[in-house]
T-cell receptor
Framework: DADVTQTPRNRITKTGKRIMLECSQT?????MYWYRQDPGLGLRLIYY???????NKGEISDGYSVSRQAQAKFSLSLESAIPNQTALYFCATSDAVRGIDTQYFGPGTRLTVL | EDQVTQSPEALRLQEGESSSLNCSYTVSGLRGLFWYRQDPGKGPEFLFTLYSAGEEKEKERLKATLTKKESFLHITAPKPEDSATYLC??????????????FGQGTILTVHP
């Protein structure tokens, strides 16, 4: 089984709809991250969480919100989706205890906003 | 501000034709230089972490090296299955960047049989 899972894997929605993307991990890591990837723009950090009570904005947080329900679960919400939020979304985790920043990524969610 | 620049943007090789990908960086305090491989539509897959200048790591046909200003990913005798986008990322030792990675744009490698 995959260590980092994301649901759904693909989603098509309409402008104005509320969307939630979910991420779960079995790696036992404290830190979790949400990124979006667009052609030519690379991976950009949306939000990150260093533990359940610590949530921080990344470089492109506008239009997004997150919830860290447990150590293993980190959800990303688009309150009112717009077409320029069409992208590949990735969740990642890293291990704070060992002090190593290597991030491990999920398989991604392809989101299309019409 | 941390910066990561990868070159070339795209590289086409014939099977068996060795080459190198470059990752140039500027950072106030290096906390790791990371290489990832990404196949189309999939999540990045971790390859290597380098922590100090002079360090080298190898895995199959790949070897990563690090200097104070850049890192190279050398690909020896590549095969078509090595075709992917290779991402370089920078970890910063402190300040507001602590615990986060700054990613380069990636190099798209295509290996023709």
């Amino acid at each position: 089984d995959a260590d980092v899972t994301q649901t759904p894997r693909n989603r098509i929605t309409k402008t104005g709809k509320r969307i939630m993307l979910e991420c779960s991990q079995t790696k036992g890591h404290d830190r979790m991250y949400w990124y979006r990837q667009d052609p030519g723009l690379g991976l950009r950090l949306i939000y990150y969480s260093f533990d359940v009570k610590d949530i921080n904005k990344g470089e492109i947080s506008d239009g997004y919100s997150v919830s860290r329900q447990a150590q293993a679960k980190f959800s990303l919400s688009l309150e009112s989706a717009i077409p320029n939020q069409t992208a590949l979304y990735f969740c990642a985790t890293s291990d704070a205890v060992r002090g190593i920043d290597t991030q491990y990524f999920g398989p991604g969610t392809r989101l299309t906003v019409l | 501000e941390d910066q990561v620049t990868q070159s070339p943007e795209a590289l086409r090789l014939q099977e068996g034709e060795s080459s190198s990908l470059n990752c140039s960086y500027t950072v106030s305090g290096l906390r790791g230089l990371f290489w990832y491989r990404q196949d189309p539509g999939k999540g990045p897959e971790f390859l290597f972490t380098l922590y100090s200048a002079g360090e080298e790591k190898e895995k199959e046909r790949l070897k990563a090296t690090l200097t104070k200003k850049e890192s190279f990913l050398h690909i020896t005798a590549p095969k078509p299955e090595d075709s992917a986008t290779y991402l370089c990322a920078l970890g910063n030792a402190g300040g507001t960047s602590y615990g986060k990675l700054t990613f380069g744009q990636g190099t798209i490698l295509t290996v023709h049989p």
